[in-house]
């Protein structure tokens, strides 16, 4: 490895650090439509830049070498370590929690500076690794496109996504319509229509666990006669726009016939660029199966 | 007879004989052993008897429990170590697929966390079976890439990271897969592809360190040949102990106190 790398990734986390430490954590919100979307094409072009016009460019060929891969995909790691070893928290629970470890963000940490720079970093590299596979080659690499540009349309429609996402609970009961739903932070927000449970129903195994249970809700607008009713089910979510799905997440556990059940009402714009990601992930995951280690790279095996 | 727990413990018993059988033959043998093909396929077969048994038994699949799971890991790691020996001929590879194997069934035996019969809801999905069956066999294959990490480390040979490339390929295509159809799951189940949840979390940390694995075997960085392959060992070892926490180990760990992935561990 160069100099140079250990100096670019060791400024890198440094600074995200002191910016972290002295400001709390990125303010993600703040990238919310439709600056998330013009950040985006931005970033893209710039991608689209360094390959076309600046291929030779020192910083473009740092960042497209296999020692960027290597730490990115490192830092991502130890990110994840830290995400997968200490308890997550809410922004505000996190903020609340004394000491340096807090002031780092590692109780919130993926939306620290730190990790917000790793992601950048990592997607910024798959997107000119991606982009210059895809086109400096003679023959188009099926395999490589799919893997790289999958995981770089889901991770990026990820990234940017996040400040659209938008998750409420809402109870919903027999007796009277409700629009009052609550965030994850338990904030109180009101709905534009009105929720109604019609009916429900549960099924319990011999030991009291519940086998199945689903729900008929009716949703109506506040200014309208009309009411569209459609039944829940844990894993069958009903999606009212395209954006937007409501989910069956828990009901009154309290009494044999239940008064309520709760709904999660998740609105998530960026859920078909994703899920475009997924699918040809998943693709390349298949084809790295059928197809195996790069044939070229066995001669350079037996050579170790 | 019916097929339960209670009977497991005789599968078990028919299994590791002929595991036993079809790893010394093929020890024995400078050859592919036929007799230990056999045996061990008799073996693996034993279990998949058991487990399509179960299957009927319990009228759901057994794919919930740890003990379960660890029963598919079994099976999967009897038809890799197979695959392994057909097709490479590693006469020891068969010696320690039966151990890794053997272990698991004996814990189940000794430690059954397994009379639970409830499926929870979140659980009823048409993802829930290639998602946990998918994931058990990628376990099995980095399971066999995980013993030639730890033998490279003492004694390399130059057809060993060949053989772990094959098996690393496939494992993470494996995991891949699961990781994916565990995503879209999440979607319609709690609805988030991705929610940092420690089990997804150590998933992606198990799926990087073979990201690095295979990305380091093509690309150069510069080090000496023999530093290069320690470092490749080594990323073998680590991605399977990575991997061993996302499996069982995060259940452990405080950061999981709320993950939605504890229904493994209500019958622990």
């Known amino acids: 490895m160069e100099r140079s790398t250990y100096i670019f990734w060791s400024i890198l986390i440094l ?16 990238f919310s439509f439709p600056l998330n979307l013009i950040i985006g094409a931005l970033w893209i072009y710039l991608i689209y830049l360094s390959i076309s016009s600046y291929s030779a460019r020192p910083a473009v060929r740092f960042m497209l070498s296999g020692s960027t891969t290597f730490f990115s995909l490192l830092f991502l790691i130890l990110g994840s370590l830290v995400i997968g070893l200490f308890p997550q928290m809410t922004a505000a629970d996190a903020e609340a929690v004394p000491g340096i470890l807090s002031r780092l963000g590692v ?6 500076w730190i ?10 590299h798959l997107g000119m690794i991606t982009l210059r596979g895809t086109t400096r080659h003679a023959t188009f ?30 109870p919903v009961f027999f007796d009277r319509p409700n629009r009052e739903a609550y965030t994850l932070e338990g904030d109180r927000t009101y709905l534009g229509y009105n ?24 949703l109506s607008s506040p200014d309208s006669d009309t009411a569209q009713e459609f039944t829940l089910r844990v894993n069958h979510p009903y999606s009212r726009t395209l954006g937007e799905d409501i989910y069956l997440t828990g009901y009154d556990t309290s009494s044999s016939s239940p008064r309520y059940c709760i709904l999660q009402i998740v609105v998530q714009p960026w859920k078909y660029i994703q899920l475009l990601g997924i699918i040809m992930t998943l693709a390349g995951g298949i084809m790295l199966f059928a197809f195996g280690p790069r044939k070229d790279r066995k001669k350079l095996t037996q050579t170790i | 007879m019916t097929i339960n727990w209670d009977t497991f413990h005789i599968f078990t018993i028919i299994a590791i004989l002929m595991w036993l059988c079809g790893s010394v033959l093929s020890a024995l043998s400078s050859r592919l052993s036929r007799p230990a093909v056999l045996f061990s396929l008799l073996g ?10 179960l299957w009927s038994y ?53 430690k059954p966390e397994i009379h639970d019969q409830s499926l929870m809801p979140a659980l009823q999905s048409i993802w829930f079976i290639p998602h946990v069956t998918v994931y058990m066999f990628s376990y099995s294959l980095l399971g066999c890439a995980f013993i030639i990490g730890c033998l490279g480390l003492f004694r390399s040979r130059p057809s060993y990271l060949s053989t772990a490339d094959e098996l690393v390929y496939g494992g993470t295509a494996f995991l891949t897969v699961g990781m994916l159809t565990g995503a879209i799951w999440a979607k319609e189940a ?14 992606l940390i198990t799926w990087s360190i073979y990201l690095i694995y295979i990305h380091l075997r093509l690309h150069n960085p510069g080090k000496s040949a023999a530093l290069r392959t320690r470092i490749l060992y080594a990323t073998l070892v680590a991605g399977f102990l990575t991997l061993q926490m996302c499996w069982y180990g995060v259940n452990y760990l405080p950061a999981a106190r709320n993950s939605v992935h504890l229904y493994n561990r209500t019958t622990n």
């Open chain 2, 190 to 203: 709690w609805g988030n592809y991705w929610s940092w949840d420690p089990k997804e979390t150590w998933a």
């Open chain 1, 115 to 124: 990790f917000v720079t790793i992601l950048t970093v990592f997607l910024t």
């Open chain 1, 107 to 112: 109780y919130n940490f993926m939306s620290s």
């Open chain 1, 15 to 30: 600074s995200s650090s002191v910016i972290q430490y002295f400001t709390g954590n990125f303010p993600y919100s703040v």
């Open chain 1, 195 to 218: 929720l109604l449970l019609k009916d429900f129903h549960a099924e319990y195994y011999e030991n009291g666990a519940p086998r199945h249970y689903q729900a008929v809700v009716s």
């Open chain 1, 141 to 170: 690499r099926l395999r490589f496109f799919l893997n790289h540009a999958g995981l770089w349309i889901a991770v990026f429609a990820t990234f940017l996504g996040s400040a659209d996402i938008s998750t409420l609970r809402i």
């Open chain 2, 44 to 53: 693996t077969l034993t279990l998949l008897v058991f487990i399509a048994g």
């Open chain 2, 58 to 110: 319990q009228q759901r699949p057994p794919l919930r429990t740890m003990g379960e799971t660890r029963l598919w890991y079994s099976f999967f790691m009897g038809v890799s170590g197979l695959i392994t020996y057909c097709r490479w001929r590693y006469r020891w590879i068969l010696s320690f697929t039966t151990v890794l194997s053997a272990v698991f069934c004996i814990i189940n035996v000794v």
